[in-house]
């Protein structure tokens, strides 16, 4: 049987010749969906999926977010470290399900994540970074093995973990990427699949798709006084803004930005139709921007058959982590804003019966130096992340965990190590339970091959449920 998309459905319901920026959208649109569900009712399966990522902007010093907690590992941190380390006695041990006969703690900013943690809703990824091909202390200091471009830069360092290329530059995010190979999952055509809490960003980045921008607080406002069912001056503005969008332009130009504009508008009363008809989120969220923006992203799942999505992909940017100075308070600071956030998606995510269909991941732009420039730390390479949510093998550490002492195997100079960890390892495992075919692994991330085979049938690290 052949399932109509949901463009085609508009059409035949009476919406397409006008599109749906008329006075009377918003209620054709509800009397629209309740017609468009009950046509999907028994086609569109329970196959939902999302990602979150979560881009903590700066550079997380992210060894002080798991900590070794034995001798004479902590020794070997507390030495390497010195002002900038953790009391031993304050970190939260853990226990991963595998273990490599070391102990390990959490920051104590880290109360929730630390429970998440025990009931196996989050795991750990060691010392990921951005590499070309594997790379060891030596095939560093021999200039044998080529390096990422913009090595310690934010702005290139930020681009290769949004775009899986730390071989080139280039504007397309591999989650925009990803999005343009899945799209036709998805049954909606004028909101995209890629829903930005933190505007423009690079991951999110597609060919053909690019990010659907909200607000935490407000949603999607659209143009200010713009309001189809309006009277008065904004009615005025409306049927204004509307005469201008119906004009035919001859140029090129004109013609391209104004049919942006009227794509935008008509997915931003799409999507408020749909946040209209959405029940009530009990959960508590905190009163903050990123608390904020993960209740957003709830909410937004509870329409995802309204909006017609069986593949999302959501991005949350938090800023503040380039902490070169007052480096203790500020990390303990920033971690219990995300540490509360997390606690609150994963209650708000089961309130509504979705925790096991989203995966949250985080990436930041690197790790930081261990050693302390007296108050703070620097740029480095490698660096620690995790991943939440109730399709991962949680309760556990993926990666090799490397020894935190000056002149280790892994530590270059000031503190600063070589990733054991691949970005491509961790982005194409998330990839593969996402949708994306192993044959396609390599379109995503071109590097993959030296890190994993893709027709091992074998997950790159093995912390999703694949």
Same mark, same amino acid.
């Given at each position: 049987?052949?399932?109509?998309?949901?463009?085609?459905?508009?059409?035949?319901?009476?919406?397409?010749?006008?599109?749906?920026?008329?006075?009377?959208?918003?209620?054709?649109?509800?009397?629209?969906?309740?017609?468009?569900?009950?046509?999907?009712?028994?086609?569109?399966?329970?196959?939902?999926?999302?990602?979150?990522?979560?881009?903590?902007?700066?550079?997380?010093?992210?060894?002080?977010?798991?900590?070794?907690?034995?001798?004479?590992?902590?020794?070997?941190y507390a030495v390497t470290r010195s $002002?900038?380390?953790?009391? !031993? =006695?304050?970190?939260?041990? #853990?226990?991963?399900?595998?273990?490599?006969?070391? @102990? %390990? /703690?959490?920051?104590?900013?880290?109360?929730?994540?630390?429970?998440?943690?025990?009931?196996?809703?989050?795991?750990?990824?060691?010392?990921?970074?951005?590499?070309?091909?594997?790379?060891?202390?030596?095939t560093y200091q021999n200039n044998s093995?080529?390096?990422?471009?913009?090595?310690?830069?934010h702005s290139d360092q930020l681009k290769?973990?949004?775009?899986?290329?730390?071989?080139?530059?280039?504007?397309?995010?591999?989650?925009?990427?990803?999005?343009?190979?899945?799209? $036709?999952?998805?049954?909606? !055509? =004028?909101?995209?699949?890629? #829903?930005?809490?933190?505007?423009?960003?690079?991951? @999110? %980045? /597609?060919?053909?798709?690019?990010?659907?921008?909200?607000?935490?607080?407000?949603?999607?406002?659209?143009?200010?006084?713009?309001?189809?069912?309006?009277?008065?001056?904004?009615?005025?503005?409306?049927?204004?803004?509307?005469?201008?969008?119906?004009?035919?332009?001859?140029?090129?130009?004109?013609?391209?930005?104004?049919?942006?504009?009227?794509?935008?508008?008509?997915?931003?009363?799409?999507?408020?139709?749909?946040?209209?008809?959405?029940?009530?989120?009990?959960?508590?969220?905190?009163?903050?921007?990123?608390?904020?923006?993960?209740?957003?992203?709830?909410?937004?799942?509870?329409?995802?058959?309204?909006?017609?999505?069986?593949?999302?992909?959501?991005?949350?940017?938090?800023?503040?982590?380039?902490?070169?100075?007052?480096?203790?308070?500020?990390?303990?600071?920033?971690?219990?804003?995300?540490?509360?956030?997390?606690?609150?998606?994963?209650?708000?995510?089961?309130?509504?019966?979705?925790?096991?269909?989203?995966?949250?991941?985080?990436?930041?732009?690197?790790?930081?130096?261990?050693?302390?420039?007296?108050?703070?730390?620097?740029?480095?390479?490698?660096?620690?992340?995790?991943?939440?949510?109730?399709?991962?093998?949680?309760?556990?550490?993926?990666?090799?965990?490397?020894?935190?002492?000056?002149?280790?195997?892994?530590?270059?100079?000031?503190?600063?190590?070589?990733?054991?960890?691949?970005?491509?390892?961790?982005?194409?495992?998330?990839?593969?339970?996402?949708?994306?075919?192993?044959?396609?692994?390599?379109?995503?991330?071109?590097?993959?091959?030296?890190?994993?085979?893709?027709?091992?049938?074998?997950?790159?690290?093995?912390?999703?449920?694949?």
């Amino acid at each position: 049987m052949k399932y109509k998309s949901r463009r085609q459905f508009i059409k035949e319901f009476g919406l397409g010749a006008l599109g749906i920026t008329t006075a009377s959208s918003i209620t054709q649109l509800k009397a629209f969906n309740a017609a468009y569900l009950n046509n999907t009712a028994n086609t569109f399966n329970n196959d939902y999926k999302a990602i979150v990522c979560f881009f903590l902007n700066g550079g997380n010093d992210s060894f002080n977010m798991v900590v070794p907690r034995g001798n004479p590992e902590y020794d070997e941190y507390a030495v390497t470290r010195s $002002d900038l380390a953790i009391s !031993q =006695n304050e970190l939260l041990p #853990i226990t991963p399900v595998t273990s490599d006969g070391k @102990q %390990y /703690g959490l920051n104590p900013a880290m109360t929730h994540l630390h429970q998440l943690f025990n009931n196996g809703k989050v795991s750990f990824i060691n010392n990921v970074g951005p590499l070309i091909e594997p790379t060891t202390k030596i095939t560093y200091q021999n200039n044998s093995s080529p390096i990422p471009l913009g090595l310690f830069s934010h702005s290139d360092q930020l681009k290769n973990c949004q775009t899986g290329l730390p071989h080139v530059r280039t504007h397309f995010g591999w989650g925009g990427k990803m999005a343009d190979m899945l799209n $036709d999952m998805n049954m909606n !055509q =004028n909101v995209s699949m890629n #829903i930005s809490l933190s505007g423009t960003n690079i991951f @999110q %980045y /597609g060919q053909t798709l690019v990010e659907f921008a909200i607000d935490p607080y407000d949603g999607s406002p659209g143009i200010d006084g713009y309001d189809p069912l309006a009277s008065g001056f904004n009615g005025q503005r409306t049927e204004g803004i509307d005469l201008l969008l119906g004009v035919d332009h001859p140029d090129m130009y004109k013609k391209t930005y104004t049919d942006i504009l009227k794509r935008s508008l008509d997915g931003s009363i799409e999507f408020r139709a749909a946040m209209d008809q959405i029940g009530t989120l009990n959960t508590f969220f905190s009163d903050n921007r990123i608390s904020q923006s993960f209740k957003r992203i709830t909410e937004v799942i509870m329409a995802r058959d309204i909006l017609g999505f069986k593949r999302q992909i959501f991005f949350v940017q938090m800023g503040g982590w380039d902490m070169h100075g007052e480096l203790i308070d500020s990390h303990e600071r920033n971690l219990t804003v995300v540490d509360n956030a997390m606690n609150e998606f994963v209650n708000g995510l089961e309130e509504i019966g979705m925790f096991d269909a989203v995966t949250t991941f985080t990436i930041s732009d690197f790790g930081r130096t261990l050693t302390s420039n007296g108050n703070g730390s620097d740029h480095a390479w490698g660096g620690n992340a995790f991943v939440m949510g109730g399709d991962i093998k949680g309760g556990d550490m993926y990666g090799a965990y490397p020894s935190l002492a000056l002149g280790g195997n892994y530590e270059i100079h000031n503190g600063v190590l070589i990733p054991t960890t691949s970005n491509d390892q961790y982005f194409a495992e998330l990839a593969l339970w996402f949708g994306v075919s192993p044959g396609d692994l390599s379109t995503l991330f071109p590097n993959i091959g030296n890190f994993y085979d893709t027709g091992s049938g074998m997950a790159p690290l093995g912390f999703m449920n694949l």
